[in-house]
C-alpha cells in the first residue's frame, strides 16, 4: 500500500476539514470514511488499514497507563523568554496560544505511573504544542524525568514527537540536547532501562539527542524519524526523496530501531520487557528452572 | 590563499596591502620607517573602527570567512608530535572531521575538530566541513580512547551543520550525534572546547559538551543555521540576515547566555589577517582552561560538565 498518499477525492483542504465534521473521519492511510467514534475508539488508528493518526496527549495516558493515571512531575513549569525572541509574533504570544490551546505549560509531560503493573517514569511529547519542540522547559523536564528514575529507582519510558530544538529560544535550546543526554547517561549508570518510543513525526535536536539511546528504541508504523526533515534534504540534494524514506519501516531495515510497535500492543509490550529487564519482576514471569552452574576453568 | 574579501573588510585589506608594499621598499629607504609605522597604526585603528560595531550578519560572514583558519591551522601552531587517526572502524572515513593524538605544551591530548576545505576540491573532499556519521562516530571512538587513557580533548567547532542526505539518515546521523554528546558527557577528562568559526546545530554540539567553551570574537553558534531559521519561519531562506540578528548567535550574546565561558580575541581585522596571533589566543585560553580544570579528580571532571549545562535554560516556576 503507497504511503502516505492521500485520497482526497478531489476537495480541497478546507472542505476536507468541514467535510462531515464530528461525524465522519476519513483515514489518511486508505481513504475510508468511518464514523469519528469508530477512529476516536480505537485510539486513531484506522480500523481499516492499521494507519496511526495523531493521538492526544490525554489518550496516550488512557491507552498505557494503568487507570490512565499519571501523578504529574513539574506540570507548573513555563517558558521564558530569553532571547526576546519576534518573527512578526512574539514567542510568549506564540507561547501563549499554544497554552490555551492544549491547556498545558508546555510540550513535555512527565510524572510517575504504573504500566502493565510496573511503576515508571513515563514523560510524553505533545506535537500539537508548537510541533513539540524542546526549549528550556522541555530540556529541564527531560532531565528530571531521568534524574527522578535514578532517584526512585524506576525504568523511563518516554515518547516523542518533535520537530527538534525550538528556535526561539536560540542557543538555550541547543544546550538542552547535551543537558537531557547528560541525564540520561545517569539512568544507564544506575543499570535502570530506558524505553524509547518514536512517534511521528521525530526529528532534529530531539532525534539527535536521547531519542535514538534507548536501550530499546520501538517506534509506531510508518513514523516519521530522523535527523533532518525530509524537506531540507530535498533542498540540500536537489532531488526526490526515495519513497518511504526516514520511515520507521526503513529505521528499522537500517538497525536504528529494535521493533516497530502497534500503538495498540505498546502496552503490553512494554511491560513485557520492563519486567524482564527489572531483578523485581513477579515469580511467576521467571524461570523456575536451575541454571546449571559453572565449573572453574582449569 | 586565493584573495577574499567581504565588503566591510575592503579598507582594512587595502590599508593592509599598501604597508606590505611599503615595507618591501623600506627595506632600501630608512626614511619611509616613520610613514610605514604611521600607516601601520591607522590600519589597527580602522580595523578596530569598523569591526567594533559589526552586525551579527556581518560576524557571521566573518565566521564563514574562507581564509579564515581552520582547526588544521591550529593544530599547526600548538600541537606537537601531531598524529591524525582515521576511521569510525564501522563503515569509513570521514575528513570533515579531523582528529588525531599528540602534545600540548608537553602534555598528551586528543584533537578533534571539523575541518573545512581551502578551495573547490578540497572542499568536495571535506563535504564543507559537513559531517556524516562516520566522522561523529570516529570522534565518539576517540572520545572514548581519550577517556581510557586519561588524555585531555581538544575539540574544535567550525560546521554549518551534520550533512543533511540520504546515507547519513541511512547510517543514523542521529543516533551518531546523540552518541557523542552521550561519551563526551561521561569522560572522566578535562575538555576544552574552542569554536573558531561557525557552530552550527546538533552538528556542532556533538564536539561541544565540554567543560569550558570557548568562542573567538567572531565565531558562532546557534540551534540552526540562519539561512535554515529564516527559511522555516518565512519560507525565506533571504532573510537570513534578519534571523542571524534575531537568534543572538554572536560572541557576547553567548556568552551572556552562558552556552560559552569565555571569548577569545581575535587579531585586528579578524583571526584571518595574521592565523599566527589568532593561535596564540587561542592556545593562551587553553591553557588556562586546562590550569582551572587540573585540581580537579576524573568523577570530577564529569561533574563539573554536568553541573555546566545541567544549569543552562531559561524557565519559570
New interface residues.
Given amino acids: 500500500m503507497p504511503w502516505p498518499s492521500k485520497k482526497t477525492g478531489g476537495l480541497d483542504a478546507h472542505e476536507k476539514q468541514s467535510f462531515g465534521k464530528g461525524v465522519f473521519r476519513r483515514c489518511d492511510g486508505c481513504g475510508e470514511t468511518m464514523p469519528s467514534e469508530a477512529m476516536e475508539a480505537n485510539f486513531e488508528v484506522c480500523p481499516h488499514c492499521g494507519q496511526h493518526h495523531k493521538l492526544a496527549a490525554r489518550r496516550w495516558r488512557e491507552l498505557l497507563l494503568d487507570d490512565a493515571k499519571l501523578d504529574e512531575w513539574?506540570a507548573?513549569?513555563?517558558?521564558?523568554?530569553?532571547?526576546r525572541?519576534?518573527?512578526?509574533k512574539t514567542y510568549p504570544d506564540r507561547v501563549a496560544a499554544a497554552q490555551r490551546a492544549g491547556h498545558a505549560?508546555d510540550a513535555l509531560e512527565i510524572g510517575r505511573a504504573k504500566m502493565d503493573g510496573t511503576p515508571v517514569a513515563y514523560g510524553a511529547f505533545n506535537f500539537s504544542f508548537m510541533g513539540g519542540s524542546m526549549?528550556?522547559?522541555v530540556?529541564?523536564k527531560v532531565?528530571r524525568l531521568f534524574e527522578r528514575g535514578v532517584k526512585h529507582k524506576l525504568p523511563v519510558v518516554l515518547l516523542q514527537a518533535s520537530g527538534g530544538?525550538?528556535?526561539q529560544?536560540?542557543?538555550?535550546?541547543?544546550?538542552?540536547?547535551?543537558?537531557g543526554?547528560?541525564?540520561?547517561?545517569?539512568l544507564r549508570d544506575a543499570r535502570l532501562p530506558f524505553v524509547s518510543v518514536l512517534l511521528h513525526p521525530t526529528t532534529?535536536?530531539v532525534?539527535?539527542?536521547?531519542?535514538?539511546?534507548g536501550d530499546v528504541n520501538i517506534a509506531e508504523p510508518k513514523a516519521l524519524?530522523?535527523?533532518?526533515g525530509p524537506r531540507?534534504?530535498e533542498t540540500?540534494?536537489r532531488q526526490k526523496?526515495?519513497e518511504g524514506?526516514?520511515r520507521s519501516e526503513?529505521l528499522l531495515e537500517?538497525?536504528?530501531i529494535d521493533r516497530i510497535v502497534s500503538r495498540l500492543d505498546m502496552k503490553a509490550e512494554i511491560g513485557r520487557m520492563l519486567r524482564i529487564f527489572s531483578p523485581a519482576a513477579p515469580p511467576a514471569a521467571r524461570s523456575s528452572r536451575k541454571l546449571p552452574e559453572l565449573s572453574d576453568p582449569e | 590563499m586565493a584573495a577574499y574579501v567581504l565588503p566591510f573588510e575592503k579598507p582594512i585589506v587595502d590599508l593592509v596591502s599598501r604597508v606590505r608594499e611599503l615595507r618591501a621598499l623600506a627595506e632600501h629607504d630608512r626614511k619611509l620607517e616613520s610613514e610605514l609605522r604611521r600607516l601601520e597604526e591607522k590600519a589597527k585603528k580602522l580595523a578596530k573602527e569598523i569591526f567594533a560595531d559589526l552586525s551579527p550578519w556581518q560576524k557571521v560572514q566573518l565566521s564563514r570567512h574562507p581564509n579564515r583558519p581552520y582547526t588544521l591551522d591550529y593544530v599547526e601552531r600548538f600541537i606537537t608530535d601531531w598524529t591524525e587517526l582515521a576511521g569510525d572502524r564501522v563503515f569509513g572515513e570521514d575528513s570533515a572531521i579531523v582528529a588525531g593524538m599528540g602534545r600540548f605544551h608537553g602534555r598528551g591530548v586528543m584533537v578533534i575538530g571539523h575541518q573545512k576545505g581551502r578551495g573547490a576540491k578540497d572542499n568536495v573532499r571535506r563535504n564543507f566541513g559537513m559531517p556524516h556519521p562516520e566522522g561523529y562516530r570516529k570522534a565518539r571512538r576517540l572520545y572514548d580512547l581519550a577517556d581510557r587513557f586519561r588524555l585531555p580533548i581538544l575539540t574544535f567547532i567550525d560546521t554549518p551543520g551534520a550533512y543533511p542526505g540520504i546515507g547519513a539518515e541511512e547510517r543514523g546521523q542521529s543516533e551518531a550525534i546523540g552518541a557523542c554528546l552521550a561519551s563526551m558527557a561521561r569522560a572522566e577528562v578535562p575538555i576544552i572546547a574552542t569554536i573558531i568559526g561557525e557552530g552550527g546545530s546538533g552538528g556542532a554540539l556533538a564536539l561541544g559538551v565540554a567543560n569550558r567553551v570557548h568562542v573567538l570574537e567572531y565565531g558562532t553558534y546557534s540551534v540552526i543555521t540562519p539561512e535554515g531559521c529564516a527559511s522555516i519561519l518565512w519560507k525565506d531562506g533571504s532573510k537570513a540576515e534578519e534571523a542571524a540578528t534575531r537568534m543572538k548567535m554572536t560572541a557576547p550574546d553567548l556568552l551572556r547566555f552562558k552556552a560559552v565561558d569565555r571569548v577569545v580575541d581575535e587579531p585586528a581585522g579578524g583571526a584571518h589577517q595574521d592565523p599566527a596571533a589568532a593561535a596564540a589566543f587561542v592556545e593562551r585560553a587553553i591553557i588556562d582552561a586546562l590550569k582551572d580544570l587540573s585540581t580537579l579528580g576524573p568523577a570530577e571532571l564529569a561533574q563539573d560538565r554536568y553541573t555546566r549545562f545541567r544549569a543552562l535554560g531559561a524557565f519559570v516556576g
Avoid: Y
Wanted: net charge negative; glycine share 12%; no cysteine.
Fill in positions: 513539574d507548573d513549569l513555563a517558558p521564558a523568554d530569553p532571547l525572541f519576534s518573527d512578526g505549560k526549549g528550556s522547559v530540556g529541564e532531565a530544538a525550538r528556535m529560544e536560540g542557543i538555550l535550546s541547543l544546550m538542552q540536547m547535551a543537558k543526554v547528560a541525564a540520561r547517561e545517569r532534529g535536536g532525534a539527535a539527542s536521547f531519542a535514538f539511546l524519524v530522523g535527523f533532518a531540507v534534504i540540500t540534494i526523496l526515495p524514506f526516514q526503513f537500517h538497525g536504528m
